[in-house]
């Protein structure tokens, strides 16, 4: 029973508070110091026995129970020296103290007995240790509970006992009593500032140089701090008294007060403290000092080597505080023992173990639709490093990686053809991978070796279109379905749901299946399957990014079980205005808002172009069967269709999983570049945000109860953000008019109504416009609203200088604003050069703010996807082979060199010291691996006009073998397509339904947004008509704080939404801060942890790549002269592109 093995777990902390009292309160203060010190170290007994029993049941070799033998044989003999340096002395009344302390060392030792528990192999400890671990947080409470009555018991039967009477306790003068309180405030902050630098330590990886080596000599460096004083003050007194002065007659002096005087300094009445309590010994006297000293090196090298064991333990990269100590509390009186003694101990073998967890699989699932060339080419890239990083074919990988690119829209009819072919962006896409896999293919570069013939790769027909399957150079699989619109559903959402199904319920699902059929267990398998690490890492066609950045989020799903998807720091990349824009933007998002998530509740949105999800959560109940809901009302095609990432998150936090962020992940997106683009993606983005909030707070108390990470302090968080971003609008409108009513002096009312105008004329026009006039409009607009903006911050500081005071709630407001994001872009280094772009984001406010969410709400009813609509004709793209043959002059030419001859030159023509192989071979390693890549070659060469026939010329030298699924998987997609993915059929009446109730919809929404809007604007406009009645009066002060008899009126409403709007950022901020220093532990271990190798391994990997990169931004893609440039030069650019 449970209750049983509490009882006995609270009699062992009943004897271990005994103990404590007993050594702290009765015994130790008839010792000096110095034996005090060193006595703290001898609690180290009780381990030293259960290591060696340890031990001696694991029956490993016999040096492994050296140390702890030896350890104990010196604390024993600690004990011994200790008794006879006092037995020497026939002080008969110090037997009883000797006696207390040794036993209270004893009783504090049995603390560490959960430590050793589950290693002797016997089932009783092992249920105690179990029940502990369900029900740990009440033993922690009753634990303390019972150590304070305890400790109050043992004082209150001390004092009578000792002949003591308790107004010498309570009539304490007054400044005593702040001292002891100031020195037990001081032992606790820094005993908790201990432990916390502790668990810091151990978690980056520097357990040896910071916590063991720092707590070894802790009680060395106190001696040496109480010694040293005292024999420096001695030899002061000696000099002045004569060579006769002997130690005993400066202890007879401290001891009677001669020779001291009343104004001393506090450090010398401390020193002379010190030496009071040293002077009961007889200094004098070597034997008895030297049994002192020997007593106190016996007991300190006896912790030492019981400890020693924390010197080879293993850790995980980051490593969980409950696995590192088995006792969430330490002890204060003896911090740095019972830290050591805290740590977890494992048995030590003869050959060493690794602790690793089961291996992960992460499928990197990608979609694409109208990506240009050169966002391909970095998500290729990126695929390639992934692949390089960990090669299939090393057997001790930890993560193991396999990529798919899911095609929207691929295919196209041409005239004249027997089959469908793919269009000109899939043709793109395998023009890439073939130029990409002969640059990391590249073993040796140099011209003089003949290159190798590429693998041949397989291409299939397959019931949603067509597939190409690439075996990389390191072993990992690529995969890219191309997806006929004509034969199963398309847009993104369907994609993921494509990619869902076939890893999760074919690749995954399946392995299970075939086990059970064999005749495992249900119940196992079952269980094996929710301890799958399988993991997705979703991401977008144009995203680029490292293999770290990978890594950092698989070790958050690895270290937190119920953690479901984790997101890294998105950076936008482009050029122009509207991209410095967005970069600012996604730097205040990530910096404030989703740390701020992620510390007090969990992440809202991970973005669909950069996060890793956990198979189990996507599994779990409502989660991917409900992403499978089709849109059939109005406010499904918002909710689902226009942010289907936030949507998939939404219902994660539902199920009870946690979604987090680390802001040492980085990956880097294209973000429009133009108004119009930018403006369509927001309107996707911003009702789909408002939807999904919604329905989750919603739900709150429901959620609340589901998943621990959502409590209802966080819900009201999210409720005041979501009124803080509602009453947006109105903010901007109430600033402006501010500016408006300092410039042009005019009256408050006045410029408010003038300030309200424009938007309200332009809500209009968005419901008669279309949308790109809408658009024009607002970009007209917006440069207005800027110039307006300038003024407005000019009027700002005007208001302060006309008022001469900085002091006011608006004042301090954008004061406070300024230094927090400059602060925050310090604390984010790397990141600090965005603040530049901030200014640019201040005088956008109206444009992202007002304009923005007009736009956004009157056209709600517009659920085209708005990005990347109309398939604009693809810019050709650069000639690879020129692009080649440079990379292959600067990694391998150390001279000018002729052409590399492997490779096409300038005109297209091949060279004739290429040999092209007349019919394509097979690569056997292909057809045996096992992979579940299920498929029957094809022994014949298709001659129909096809796809295949059109991508195998177009990828020549990259051979593409036509091979045909197993009729198990055909079934498995048909039966997907019955159930989930057909193309949806077209009619007419439904979808006019569809748009009228999305234009009803549209219509209820933007008046109940606006009309809040109008509210406060109208709250605002009647508390100015009133007057100062009805507003705050602050008395107003000037620079130097000193206050004048003027005052500011302050309208109660503005006041209130300005306080609460502060409140919001200072939360922000501070969960910022927390958010930076475990994002610098989490990197750290992981650079620690990182071999040498690896990251040689990896930056050589990155530089032909990246060069390749910098090839593609580059617009002088037709310099043919290239043979005579210098090698040198090429290489020193080489080595100053970033990797």
């Known amino acids: 029973m449970i209750e049983d093995d509490v009882t006995k777990v609270l009699c062992v902390e009943f004897l271990v508070s005994l103990g404590t009292a007993v050594l702290t309160i009765v015994a130790m203060p008839f010792f000096g110091i110095v034996t005090n010190v060193t006595m703290l170290n001898s609690i180290s007994i009780l381990s030293s026995i259960f290591q060696v029993g340890a031990q001696c049941i694991a029956r490993e070799k016999k040096r492994f129970i050296v140390p702890p033998l030896i350890s104990l044989v010196l604390i024993l003999s600690g004990y011994v020296l200790f008794i006879l340096s006092y037995l020497l002395k026939e002080d008969r009344g110090m037997n009883v103290w000797i006696g207390l302390a040794i036993m209270g060392t004893i009783f504090v030792s049995l603390n560490w007995w959960e430590n050793y528990s589950t290693l002797f192999k016997s089932s009783f400890l092992n249920s105690i240790s179990e029940d502990i671990a369900r029900c740990r947080n009440v033993v922690s409470i009753l634990s303390s509970l019972v150590?304070?009555?305890?400790?109050?018991?043992?004082?209150?039967?001390?004092?009578?006992?000792?002949?003591?009477?308790?107004?010498?306790?309570?009539?304490?003068?007054?400044?005593?009593?702040?001292?002891?309180?100031?020195?037990?405030?001081?032992?606790?902050?820094?005993?908790?500032?201990?432990?916390?630098?502790?668990?810091?330590?151990?978690?980056?990886?520097?357990?040896?140089?910071?916590?063991?080596?720092?707590?070894?000599?802790?009680?060395?460096?106190?001696?040496?701090?109480?010694?040293?004083?005292?024999?420096?003050?001695?030899?002061?007194?000696?000099?002045?008294?004569?060579?006769?002065?002997?130690?005993?007659?400066?202890?007879?002096?401290?001891?009677?007060?001669?020779?001291?005087?009343?104004?001393?300094?506090?450090?010398?009445?401390?020193?002379?403290?010190?030496?009071?309590?040293?002077?009961?010994?007889?200094?004098?006297?070597?034997?008895?000092?030297?049994?002192?000293?020997?007593?106190?090196?016996?007991?300190?090298?006896?912790?030492?080597?019981?400890?020693?064991?924390?010197?080879?333990?293993?850790?995980?990269?980051?490593?969980?505080?409950?696995?590192?100590?088995?006792?969430?509390?330490?002890?204060?009186?003896?911090?740095?023992?019972?830290?050591?003694?805290?740590?977890?101990?494992?048995?030590?073998?003869?050959?060493?173990?690794?602790?690793?967890?089961?291996?992960?699989?992460?499928?990197?699932?990608?979609?694409?639709?109208?990506?240009?060339?050169?966002?391909?080419?970095?998500?290729?890239?990126?695929?390639?490093?992934?692949?390089?990083?960990?090669?299939?074919?090393?057997?001790?990988?930890?993560?193991?990686?396999?990529?798919?690119?899911?095609?929207?829209?691929?295919?196209?009819?041409?005239?004249?053809?027997?089959?469908?072919?793919?269009?000109?962006?899939?043709?793109?896409?395998?023009?890439?991978?073939?130029?990409?896999?002969?640059?990391?293919?590249?073993?040796?570069?140099?011209?003089?070796?003949?290159?190798?013939?590429?693998?041949?790769?397989?291409?299939?027909?397959?019931?949603?279109?067509?597939?190409?399957?690439?075996?990389?150079?390191?072993?990992?699989?690529?995969?890219?379905?191309?997806?006929?619109?004509?034969?199963?559903?398309?847009?993104?959402?369907?994609?993921?749901?494509?990619?869902?199904?076939?890893?999760?319920?074919?690749?995954?699902?399946?392995?299970?299946?075939?086990?059970?059929?064999?005749?495992?267990?249900?119940?196992?398998?079952?269980?094996?399957?929710?301890?799958?690490?399988?993991?997705?890492?979703?991401?977008?066609?144009?995203?680029?990014?490292?293999?770290?950045?990978?890594?950092?989020?698989?070790?958050?799903?690895?270290?937190?079980?119920?953690?479901?998807?984790?997101?890294?720091?998105?950076?936008?990349?482009?050029?122009?205005?509207?991209?410095?824009?967005?970069?600012?933007?996604?730097?205040?998002?990530?910096?404030?808002?989703?740390?701020?998530?992620?510390?007090?509740?969990?992440?809202?949105?991970?973005?669909?172009?950069?996060?890793?999800?956990?198979?189990?959560?996507?599994?779990?109940?409502?989660?991917?069967?409900?992403?499978?809901?089709?849109?059939?009302?109005?406010?499904?095609?918002?909710?689902?269709?226009?942010?289907?990432?936030?949507?998939?998150?939404?219902?994660?936090?539902?199920?009870?999983?946690?979604?987090?962020?680390?802001?040492?992940?980085?990956?880097?997106?294209?973000?429009?570049?133009?108004?119009?683009?930018?403006?369509?993606?927001?309107?996707?983005?911003?009702?789909?945000?408002?939807?999904?909030?919604?329905?989750?707070?919603?739900?709150?108390?429901?959620?609340?109860?589901?998943?621990?990470?959502?409590?209802?302090?966080?819900?009201?968080?999210?409720?005041?953000?979501?009124?803080?971003?509602?009453?947006?609008?109105?903010?901007?409108?109430?600033?402006?008019?501010?500016?408006?009513?300092?410039?042009?002096?005019?009256?408050?009312?006045?410029?408010?109504?003038?300030?309200?105008?424009?938007?309200?004329v332009y809500l209009l026009l968005c419901f008669k416009l279309k949308s790109d006039t809408q658009i024009a409009i607002a970009a007209v607009m917006s440069v207005l609203y800027a110039f307006l903006m300038i003024g407005t911050a000019l009027s700002i500081v005007g208001a302060m200088v006309e008022q001469q005071t900085i002091w006011t709630p608006s004042g301090l407001f954008i004061i406070g604003l300024v230094l927090m994001n400059i602060i925050t872009a310090l604390l984010h280094p790397k990141e600090f050069h965005l603040v530049v772009y901030g200014l640019l984001y201040f005088i956008s406010i109206p444009s992202g703010y007002l304009l923005l969410t007009i736009y956004s709400m009157v056209n709600m009813n517009n659920v085209s996807w708005g990005t990347r609509e109309t398939g604009v004709q693809v810019a050709a793209p650069p000639p690879a082979k020129a692009i080649t043959q440079r990379i292959l002059q600067a990694k391998c030419c150390k001279f000018l060199c002729w052409d590399c001859g492997k490779v096409a030159d300038q005109n297209g023509q091949l060279p004739e010291t290429v040999v092209l192989a007349n019919e394509p071979k097979v690569n056997p390693n292909l057809t045996s691996q096992d992979n579940n890549r299920n498929v029957e070659f094809c022994s014949h060469q298709s001659t129909e006009q096809n796809f295949v026939t059109q991508l195998q010329k177009k990828s020549y030298d990259l051979t593409l073998n036509e091979y045909f699924l197993v009729k198990e998987e055909v079934d498995f997609w048909r039966e997907l397509q019955k159930l989930y993915l057909e193309p949806l059929a077209e009619d007419k009446d439904k979808q006019k339904k569809i748009t009228n109730d999305l234009k009803e919809l549209r219509n209820k929404v933007t008046f109940i947004f606006f009309i809040c809007n109008a509210m406060w604007l109208v709250a605002t406009f009647t508390l100015q008509a009133i007057g100062n009645s009805v507003t705050i009066k602050i008395p107003k002060s000037n620079l130097n704080l000193t206050q004048t008899r003027e005052y500011l009126f302050i309208d109660p409403v503005g006041l209130m939404f300005l306080l609460g709007f502060a409140s919001l950022l200072l939360i922000q901020f501070f969960a910022m801060f927390y958010h930076r220093i475990y994002t610098l532990i989490h990197f750290v271990a992981f650079v620690n942890t990182e071999s040498k190798t690896e990251k040689r391994q990896s930056d050589d990997g990155m530089q032909i790549p990246d060069m390749l990169e910098t090839e593609l931004k580059d617009d002088k893609y037709f310099d043919t002269f290239l043979s005579i440039e210098n090698p040198a030069a090429i290489q020193q650019q080489d080595q100053e592109t970033p990797v």
């Open 147 to 760: 150590r304070i009555m305890v400790t109050a018991a043992m004082v209150g039967a001390y004092i009578p006992l000792s002949g003591r009477v308790w107004s010498s306790v309570t009539s304490v003068p007054g400044d005593v009593r702040l001292v002891i309180l100031i020195l037990v405030a001081v032992q606790i902050v820094s005993s908790a500032l201990c432990h916390w630098f502790v668990v810091v330590a151990c978690k980056m990886h520097a357990m040896r140089r910071s916590f063991l080596l720092p707590m070894y000599l802790a009680s060395l460096g106190v001696l040496a701090a109480f010694v040293a004083p005292v024999i420096i003050f001695f030899q002061n007194s000696s000099d002045s008294r004569g060579a006769n002065y002997t130690i005993t007659d400066y202890c007879n002096d401290i001891t009677y007060g001669r020779g001291l005087s009343g104004d001393t300094f506090w450090f010398e009445r401390l020193v002379r403290d010190i030496t009071h309590t040293l002077c009961p010994q007889h200094m004098t006297d070597l034997t008895e000092m030297g049994l002192l000293g020997g007593s106190a090196l016996c007991w300190w090298l006896g912790w030492m080597l019981c400890t020693m064991h924390i010197w080879f333990l293993q850790l995980q990269r980051i490593e969980r505080t409950q696995n590192l100590f088995v006792r969430r509390m330490y002890e204060g009186p003896f911090l740095e023992q019972s830290m050591l003694l805290n740590t977890r101990f494992e048995i030590q073998r003869k050959k060493t173990i690794h602790r690793q967890t089961d291996p992960v699989t992460v499928y990197l699932c990608a979609t694409m639709w109208h990506e240009s060339y050169d966002e391909m080419m970095k998500m290729i890239i990126s695929m390639f490093r992934l692949d390089k990083y960990r090669p299939r074919k090393d057997t001790n990988n930890d993560v193991s990686f396999e990529s798919h690119i899911y095609f929207d829209d691929a295919f196209k009819d041409v005239k004249g053809s027997k089959g469908r072919h793919v269009n000109e962006y899939a043709e793109d896409l395998v023009e890439v991978i073939r130029e990409v896999y002969n640059i990391f293919n590249e073993k040796d570069s140099c011209i003089f070796k003949e290159s190798p013939p590429l693998p041949c790769q397989r291409i299939l027909h397959t019931p949603y279109g067509g597939r190409l399957e690439y075996t990389l150079p390191k072993g990992n699989l690529l995969m890219v379905h191309f997806k006929d619109k004509l034969l199963i559903r398309h847009k993104k959402r369907w994609s993921q749901i494509m990619y869902l199904y076939y890893i999760l319920g074919w690749r995954l699902t399946r392995k299970y299946f075939e086990m059970f059929e064999q005749g495992e267990d249900e119940r196992e398998l079952r269980k094996k399957m929710m301890k799958d690490n399988t993991y997705l890492l979703a991401l977008d066609g144009d995203t680029d990014f490292q293999p770290y950045a990978v890594m950092l989020l698989i070790d958050r799903l690895k270290l937190y079980p119920r953690v479901g998807a984790a997101c890294g720091r998105i950076h936008p990349t482009g050029t122009g205005p509207m991209v410095w824009y967005q970069k600012f933007e996604y730097a205040v998002g990530h910096w404030l808002q989703k740390t701020a998530e992620h510390v007090f509740g969990s992440v809202l949105c991970s973005p669909g172009c950069f996060s890793l999800f956990r198979g189990t959560a996507l599994m779990d109940d409502n989660v991917m069967k409900r992403y499978t809901t089709k849109a059939t009302e109005a406010s499904h095609y918002v909710q689902y269709d226009q942010g289907e990432d936030r949507w998939l998150c939404t219902l994660l936090l539902q199920q009870g999983w946690r979604v987090e962020y680390n802001a040492a992940s980085d990956a880097y997106t294209n973000a429009p570049q133009d108004f119009k683009e930018f403006y369509n993606q927001r309107r996707r983005w911003g009702p789909s945000t408002m939807a999904n909030t919604i329905d989750l707070l919603g739900s709150g108390s429901l959620t609340s109860q589901r998943n621990s990470s959502i409590s209802k302090p966080f819900i009201l968080y999210q409720i005041l953000s979501m009124a803080a971003s509602i009453l947006g609008p109105a903010t901007i409108c109430l600033m402006i008019s501010g500016s408006l009513s300092f410039v042009l002096d005019i009256d408050p009312n006045v410029a408010l109504v003038l300030a309200t105008v424009p938007p309200v």
